[in-house]
């Protein structure tokens, strides 16, 4: 019989308080989701050891292992997604309920699948999934659906024969792990294979009988606690897992787990009666805290203060008492007095989650129910794909190779596929945005245009991204690029980029509530490092780069140089239908002029200085949106209303864009000339 240990529940803490903190989006808790691997070791010590008991007694059965899961799992995490389904209907814009809808596949324990191909865990959409964190307990309960009956199946051999079978699982999964790291990281998050190793660590400790000295219980507690923080500050967004750095606080909670004991030092310290007390609570809380997170963000239209996410965070802890007492303690209980026979407790919830699941299978099949929305809601969301045609072919992606130049559909259409263009667009996203109505007014002069560019690469200068996918990625776009600009001798190369973001790395924040959602953007040269730590000397490095390599390009061809586009905050469709949708009359209908001047101060200078050289060009893009004074404002609607935006910083192809078009299509004549 396992015996009860109060460090276990204090290691349920340890694991569940960072979670909460890094999805609630406090500084300094990047690393805080290792706390869902922490679960998963403790997941598997308990269960194990439960089975290795009923095993040994001779009074396995399945039946009983499922009822106990039910009793566990199901009543709070129902309970949890009825309360999250009037608000997601109330508050979500259809893409947000399509994934609301999806990942009601959690009733199936198939959530994780979901989430694989739609969200990576670590980017803004997913903040604003209530239930992106069920995928944890899809890997769990796929990993229970198989491992009693295998366990009860190599018990014959007996306890060494199950305790190498469980091993030659868990070790190779984590060979898949580790030897995948590499390939896919959104969905080898979310893969369960690549995560059963994690559980299995747990398992394999719940096979130890072994009585461990005072000294090396003592040592062992500390290492294994001393590996749970190293993990939780060395580890980051930026960091694949699970991978090699995911040994780290699964070994660290399996050697408390392995000699660990309210005995020890650290044990004491876990015992502590705050500690033990949120263990208790842990699923609840786990189950509460990102539903409240991420409608709060949903509500608020922007990201939420730390001290609101910091109420939400203890909000969620006192609701998680609520359901631990009211919820799970009166079902988990077979003698007690909620749905005591095991057919009405299976029925019933097979009914609840029938029910659940087929909301969601029609919030799925109807993209998000949009008809929940107004008229005037569904009109501005439409903008979030007013995006050009020639967004799909000719934007590069990390990771994903492209053909050699020119690419298809590439081109100003029905020009001659032979002929060399008379201006290339280059650039980031930005350039895609403004490329279907600039190549359509340079098509107006008789000029053709081609275009290529690459999702958040600089344009120029051999500088890549360091924090996102291979660096290869971007110095390969920038060679093949100038490369086939070079070959067809083009007179003209327009470059656009999301500048500031490359030189000052950091998101834009309005003052004004909108702030961009996301981390921080690491630019440098590679494999040798061009930039300082110190944030002013990365700039003017940063800088520096751009301009050397821009003033060398001029002499190749001309050039036209596009400003910085005023950046929002906000995403402009999602503010105005949810503005829409919450009848908010004062809906923000532009931002600060001077807050762009601030932004983009080194970079203005910088073009600016090179526009004064006779073949470079500059387009001023802020005289399409501001009023370019001090105190001045910048639009993020038209005149009639419609968003100059499909998100919080790419103008929107059939308003902003069709602004910019004729001003770059000017620059390219007089670059010409």
């Known amino acids: 019989m396992m015996r009860y240990r109060s460090d276990i529940d204090g290691l349920r803490a340890v694991a569940v308080l960072p979670v909460i903190l890094f999805h ?37 059965s399945i039946a009983h292992f499922y009822e106990r899961r039910v009793r566990r799992i199901l009543p709070a995490l129902f309970l949890v997604i009825a309360v999250c389904i009037p608000f997601a209907w109330a508050w979500m814009l259809p893409d947000e309920f399509e994934d ?11 959530s994780n699948f979901y989430f694989a191909g739609e969200v990576d865990y670590f980017n803004d959409a997913a903040e604003l999934q209530p239930l992106l964190h069920t995928w944890s307990l899809a ?191 009166p079902f988990r209980r077979r003698s007690g007095p909620v749905l005591p026979r095991r057919p009405a407790l299976f029925g019933t919830f097979a009914v609840l989650g029938a029910a659940l699941l ?95 560019a690459h999702a958040g690469c600089p344009a120029v200068g051999g500088l890549t991204r360091l924090d996102k996918g291979d660096p290869r990625d971007c110095i390969t776009y920038q060679d093949g690029i100038l490369d086939y600009a070079e070959k067809t001798d083009a007179p003209v190369i327009v470059i656009a980029q999301r500048w500031a973001l490359y030189v000052d790395g950091t998101r834009f924040d309005n003052g004004e509530g909108g702030h961009e959602r996301g981390g921080p953007v690491v630019v440098d040269t590679w494999p040798e490092r061009l930039a300082s730590a110190d944030p002013a000397a990365r700039r003017a490095a940063i800088l520096a780069r751009f301009e050397e390599a821009l003033a060398a390009l001029s002499e190749k061809a001309a050039l036209v140089l596009v400003d910085p586009v005023p950046e929002i905050g906000w995403s402009v469709p999602r503010l105005a239908a949810r503005c829409a949708m919450n009848g908010t009359a004062a809906c923000p209908s532009d931002v600060s002029y001077d807050r762009y001047l601030e932004r983009n101060a080194d970079v203005l200078a910088m073009i600016g200085r090179l526009a004064e050289r006779d073949r470079i060009t500059r387009v001023r893009t802020a005289e399409a949106f501001c009023d370019m004074q001090a105190g001045g404002r910048c639009a993020i609607f038209d005149d009639t209303g419609k968003p100059l935006y499909f998100d919080d910083d790419h103008p929107a192809d059939s308003t902003g864009a069709q602004r910019i078009a004729p001003m770059i299509a000017a620059a390219v004549r007089d670059a010409g000339r």
């Open 358 to 452: 087929g909301l969601g299978i029609w919030g799925f099949q109807t993209e998000g129910l949009p008809t929940r929305l107004s008229p005037e809601a569904r009109a501005q969301i439409a903008y979030l794909d007013d995006r050009p045609a020639q967004t799909r072919p000719c934007l590069a992606k990390p990771g994903k190779s492209k053909p050699a130049h020119p690419w298809p559909r590439c081109s100003t259409p029905g020009a001659d596929a032979d002929a060399p263009p008379d201006a290339i667009l280059m650039g980031d996203s930005h350039m895609i945005a403004l490329s279907g109505r600039s190549i359509d007014a340079l098509a107006q002069e008789g000029r053709t245009a081609y275009v290529a």
């Open 139 to 329: 890997v769990e309960e796929q990993f229970y659906l198989f491992f009693p009956p295998l366990l009860a199946l190599v018990w014959r051999f007996g306890r060494r024969g199950a305790f190498i079978a469980v091993a030659i699982l868990t070790a190779l999964s984590l060979v898949l792990a580790l030897t995948a790291s590499g390939t896919d990281p959104q969905r080898l998050f979310y893969f369960s294979p690549a995560r059963f190793w994690e559980i299995g660590a747990g398992a394999l400790c719940a096979f130890s009988t072994r009585d461990w000295s005072r000294r090396g219980r003592e040592a062992g507690t500390f290492a294994g606690l001393l590996m749970i923080l190293a993990a939780f500050f060395l580890v980051d967004r930026g960091t694949v897992f699970p991978g090699p750095w995911t040994v780290l606080p699964v070994a660290g909670a399996a050697l408390i787990l392995l000699v660990g004991g309210a005995e020890t030092r650290v044990g004491r310290f876990l015992s502590l009666r705050p500690f033990v007390w949120i263990g208790l609570i842990s699923y609840s809380a786990y189950l509460w805290h990102q539903p409240l997170f991420a409608f709060a963000r949903i509500r608020l239209m922007g990201e939420p203060s730390i001290a609101v996410m910091l109420g939400l965070s203890a909000m969620s802890l006192g609701l998680a008492a609520i359901s631990w007492r009211f919820v799970e303690q």
């Open 100 to 110: 609301f809808a999806g990942s009601l596949s959690i009733v199936v324990f198939l």
């Open 24 to 60: 609630a989006g406090i500084p300094g808790a990047d690393g805080g989701f290792i706390g869902v691997d922490i679960f998963f070791v403790i997941s598997g010590y308990l269960i194990t050891g439960l089975l290795l008991n009923d095993l040994a007694q001779g009074r396995y």
